[in-house]
């Protein structure tokens, strides 16, 4: 089902420019973004924008997902962090990207919204490489550190420095940083004890609420 729909949709991310790299549209070709959403949402799985999944978060329009994928530069084997699994659409996304060897771990704060994700990951058979645990994220996830990608789906008032932490050398994270309506996506690189940060562009993401968010 929604084939048509999906192949319409990347090929528009494709043409306009948006995503680049062919790895991350053949997994956004894979992965059925409408099984993430709300039932009566589904006619509109495929268009390019964010929608409501519960409790006030957004699903991420899918050019920031291919943006944000395209950055992190994942490859097969990687120890993914993702702080705000909301749906668990780009966690699976993730998923397909890191096979064989790799491993997500998505962290969800709003339990409703977590036992959703899992549920939907392991209907499509992700549950091998990506493991959803509820939780407050903004502190990361101490016990399977350190990560070679973090990406992090709500807005921060600045660079968690728990994350920076469990960064690997040599890793890449992303993360918007700003005020609630607006901020900047940050891509930090690791070298050694070294942060380097570069502003991406405009973004506008849910914040992140605990103990290193708002
Ligand atoms: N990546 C998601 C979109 C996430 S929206 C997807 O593909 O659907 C951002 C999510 O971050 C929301 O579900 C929100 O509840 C969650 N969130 C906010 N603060 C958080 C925190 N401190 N720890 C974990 N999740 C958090």
Known sequence: MYEAERSRLVNGLRDNGYVTDERVLAAMEKVPRHEFIPAELRDQAYADSPLPIGMGQTISAPHMVGIMM?????????????????????????????????????????????????????????????????????????????????????????????????????????????????QDLMLVTRHGDKMERTGLGGVVFVPLIGEHGY
Do not use: C, F
């Open 70 to 182: 395209q950055a992190l530069e994942l490859r097969p084997g990687h120890k993914v962090l993702e702080i705000g699994a909301g749906s668990g659409y780009h966690a699976a996304l993730m998923g397909e990207m890191v096979r064989p060897g790799g491993m997500v771990y998505t962290v969800e704060r709003l339990e409703p919204l977590g036992a959703k994700a899992a549920e939907a990951i392991e209907r499509l058979h992700y549950d091998d490489v990506v493991k959803v645990i509820v939780a407050d994220g903004s502190s990361g996830l101490a016990e399977h550190a350190p990560y070679d990608r973090i990406t992090v789906a709500a807005a921060a008032p600045g660079v968690p420095r728990p994350l920076e932490e469990q960064l690997a050398d040599g890793g890449r994270m992303l993360v918007p940083v700003g005020g609630q309506g607006y």
